[in-house]
């Protein structure tokens, strides 16, 4: 059974900082995605990592795929307080995916 | 969200109720998904369709039933509430396993 962990769970952070989310899986899978949910609101896709070495960046967020390590990061540069937010990782397990429990991410000025 | 609605938007219900949450895409995507999130569990996978007239089983579908009679609606049925199916539920659509577009959600209560 496919376990799916993210570290931490709630990360508080300043304005202007880096910071790394991690995602680690239990079984081999080289399909990993990434998603944000605003407070009270749905979940919106953000990355799409299908193989393994493969990086995504929009804006501030960078994404990473290392299957080998069956672990994803989710890296902030320069934080600002538009993305706080709650981030999640999901992977592939057959034709379903499986959630971690999220990272909630607030970003003080 | 643009392209998926989900009906009703809030519920409470009593212990034994049952209710159908409705889920309508306008995308024709062939994936539907119904799924639960608990706070600290994340998104956990009730059932799924991948097309008109197919259900399969997800993580957690104990309790609930699901019906794709037509490729744009896909239904979640609870027979006999119970507290602990009190959560938020999405569903969501997409063109393979990844879900790519999600309805904002109906928050139920059982009491």
């Known amino acids: 059974e496919l376990k799916v962990e993210q570290n931490p769970l709630f990360l508080s952070m300043q304005e202007g900082k880096n910071y790394t989310i991690y995602c680690n899986y239990s079984?081999?899978?080289?399909?990993l995605y990434w998603y944000r949910q605003d407070p009270g609101k749905s979940l919106e896709s953000l990355f799409v990592?299908?193989?393994?070495?493969a990086v995504k960046q929009e804006g501030r967020l960078m994404a990473s795929l290392d299957t080998k390590a069956r672990l994803s990061t989710l890296h902030i540069t320069a934080a600002v307080h538009d993305l706080s937010a709650t981030y999640f990782c999901?992977?592939?397990?057959?034709?379903?995916?499986?959630f971690g429990a999220g990272t909630i991410l607030r970003v003080k000025s | 969200n643009a392209g998926v609605t989900q009906t009703p938007k809030f519920r409470v219900l009593k212990t034994g109720q049952s209710m159908t949450l409705l889920c309508a895409q306008d995308m024709n995507h062939e994936y539907m998904y119904w799924y639960r999130q608990d706070p600290g569990m994340g998104l956990r996978l009730i059932h799924y369709s991948v097309g008109e007239g197919t259900t399969a089983k997800g993580e957690v579908p104990d309790g609930y039933n699901v019906s794709r009679l037509k490729k744009q609606n896909f239904l979640l049925g609870l027979e006999s509430a119970a507290p602990s199916q009190t959560s938020v539920y999405f569903c969501?659509?997409?063109?393979?396993?990844?879900?790519?577009?999600f309805g904002d959600g109906t928050r139920l209560s059982i009491l």
């Open positions: 990592l299908l193989s393994n070495g």
């Open positions: 999901a992977v592939a397990e057959g034709n379903k995916l499986v």
């Open positions: 079984t081999t899978s080289d399909r």
């Open positions: 969501a659509t997409g063109e393979g396993i990844q879900p790519q577009h």
